[in-house]
């Protein structure tokens, strides 16, 4: 899911949040910094903002539903991070090749805040395919709120991430114990490799006597192969209902004859999930 948004719409939240003045100190800051093409006065006027628009306030929006004002309710957005992206929307718009370097000049320094706000909001920017280093590099760190800004509720990584750089990001979720279903995309960018990888963490897991999230195993239905298929056997046979509807789900979704066979050893379990009724996200109310 790739949001296409303008800069007009962002603004016409934004002017139903701030202040009169505000906006106004905004616009004159913004037409400086168009007509110089200044990075100094960019720079300044992206920090500056924390002391104009308090951090902690909740955006107000129109009742109206629509894929734009759904994206925000999801990623909690706040006034300040939504104003900090709007101001890189509308330099980028005005001039790509000149504000392209700034911008990735300005992230590089930019604070805890400033790169969040930067993060769940990346996929507004006009060109915002030509800041996937950063949303990489972003995954290298152990600031959850930082880790949570570009890997949850966000669809810039399945649409821009390769393989590796997708699996990096879904086992570090799994290691620091991020809310797995608030990925996007999970079934459509799960791999071969993938598969393998979330096989022998889970193995390291169990031979430490520690839990595994059952939402972890949703990318593998795809790739069952004999050694995976003794995880899903594992699964099935768990005390835990949470790891039995894991597996059995896993295997009714797979193409694998051996994993039909697998879950039809457990015809209650195959009944129950056939229903349509069991789904991951009933996985995770139960967990």
């Known amino acids: 899911m790739i949001l296409a948004v303008t800069s007009k719409e962002v603004e016409n939240v934004i002017r139903g949040n701030i202040s009169d003045e505000t906006f106004q100190w905004l616009m004159d800051r913004l037409k400086t910094i168009i007509s110089e093409r200044s990075g100094k006065v960019l720079f300044m006027t992206y920090s500056l903002l924390s002391s104009k628009i308090p951090d902690n306030d909740l955006l107000i929006l129109t009742l109206q539903e629509s894929p734009f004002n759904s994206f925000l309710i999801r990623q ?4 300040l991070e939504l104003t900090r992206i709007y101001l890189l929307m509308r330099v980028l718009e005005e001039d790509e090749k000149t504000f392209t370097p700034k911008v990735a000049t300005l992230i590089q320094v930019a604070d805890k805040g400033e790169l969040v706000a ?3 909001f990346l996929i507004f920017l006009p060109n915002h395919e030509a800041f996937t280093h950063v949303a990489v590099e972003a995954l290298r760190t152990n600031i959850a709120t930082v880790f949570d800004a570009i890997s949850l509720n ?5 649409a ?3 393989d590796q750089q997708w699996n990096q990001m879904y086992l570090k979720a799994a290691f620091m114990q991020r809310d797995l279903s608030m990925i996007m995309d999970v ?3 799960a791999n071969k490799e993938l598969a393998r990888i979330i ?3 889970a193995h390291e897991r169990w031979a430490a006597s520690r839990d595994i999230d059952p939402l972890f195993w949703r990318p593998v239905s795809g790739f069952l192969d004999d050694g995976i298929l003794k995880d899903m056997e594992r699964l099935l046979n768990s005390d835990v209902r949470a790891e039995q509807l894991a597996g059995a789900l896993c295997c009714l979704n797979a193409a694998n004859p051996k994993a039909t066979e697998l879950l039809d050893k457990h015809p209650d379990l195959k009944e129950e999930i056939s229903t349509g009724d069991t789904s991951w996200e009933y996985i995770k109310q139960i967990k």
């Open 187 to 189: 079934d459509s960018r």
């Open 154 to 158: 966000n669809p810039y990584p399945a």
């Open 160 to 162: 821009y991430f390769n």
């Open 118 to 120: 930067f993060l769940k």
């Open 76 to 79: 909690h957005a706040r006034i």
């Open 199 to 201: 096989s022998d963490y």
